[in-house]
């Protein structure tokens, strides 16, 4: 390299040195973080009870339950009790997923700025 080139390579390199990181704009997408099939009221409420010792509290929640009427209101029962149980407080929307053969809830995390699932 000559000797009149060596500035110009120093300022290109200092000026990818302090560029700001480009990173990838984060998707502002439901996730998924959980699906419970047909399982037993029991079971239900151990799953939920798991969930809720590992989630943050911060991110508001979107729960779906599918089924008929009688169950869709069963599992919200369940869940809420649970919540109430052990005194914690989160966003959550619940939402009726529709009529389905077999009973089954999902759970969405909603980043902000994200729109909500449709069921």
């Known amino acids: 390299m000559s000797r009149a080139l060596l500035p ?9 040195a302090f560029a700001p990181p480009v990173t990838a704009q984060e998707e502002k997408v439901p996730i998924k973080v959980l699906e419970l099939g047909n399982i037993s009221d ?3 409420t151990r799953a939920i009870e798991k969930f809720w010792d590992q989630y943050d509290r911060l991110t508001p929640l979107c729960i779906i339950n599918y089924g008929a009427d ?5 599992r919200e029962e369940i869940i809420t009790s649970v919540l109430a149980a052990h005194e914690r407080e989160t966003r959550m929307t619940f939402v009726r997923g529709g009529s389905k053969k077999d009973a089954y809830t999902v759970i969405w995390k909603i980043p902000s700025g994200a729109d909500y699932p449709k069921p």
């Not at 110009?8 to 990818?16: C, D, R, S």
């Not at 009688?70 to 069963?74: D, L």
Request: aromatic letters at 12%.
């Open 8 to 16: 110009v390579f120093f300022l290109i390199l200092g000026a990818i």
């Open 42 to 44: 029991k079971a239900l």
């Open 70 to 74: 009688k169950e869709i209101t069963r």
